[in-house]
């Protein structure tokens, strides 16, 4: 019914900048919180940013005053700014939506992740 689908990742080194971007598609009536999620290797996913329709943000105290995340609600995606990007920012980075579908159920939806590798 919907999906997500992000881009943006790849290597820089310790410093530099990423953004990631995420589009949501499918049967979509309203997107309530979109959001980005990480997991290192041998870690658990954890939080980075998330954003709800009403235009407040939410961050992990460890990107905070680093990583913006922004909303196109017109075109259902999702951005987030990386800057002063570090080596333990290092993992594959999720996308995640609360998505009220034109059947009006809500899904929460994620995206299969893109790699972000950071080098010192």
């Known amino acids: 019914q919907v999906q997500l689908v992000e881009s943006g990742g790849g290597s820089v080194q310790a410093g530099g900048s990423l953004r990631l971007s995420c589009a949501a598609s499918g049967s979509i009536f309203r997107i309530n919180v979109m959001g980005w999620y990480r997991q290192a290797p041998g870690k658990q996913r954890e939080l980075v940013a998330t954003?709800?329709?009403?235009?407040?943000?939410n961050y992990a105290d460890s990107v905070k005053g680093r990583f913006t995340i922004s909303r196109d609600n017109a075109k259902n995606t999702v951005y987030l700014q990386m800057n002063s990007l570090k080596p333990e920012d290092t993992a594959v980075y999720y996308c995640?939506?609360?998505?009220?579908?034109?059947?009006?159920?809500?899904?929460?939806?994620w995206g299969k992740g893109t790699l972000v590798t950071v080098s010192s």
């Open positions: 995640n939506a609360e998505i009220v579908a034109t059947s009006r159920t809500t899904i929460l939806s």
């Open positions: 954003s709800t329709s009403g235009g407040s943000s």
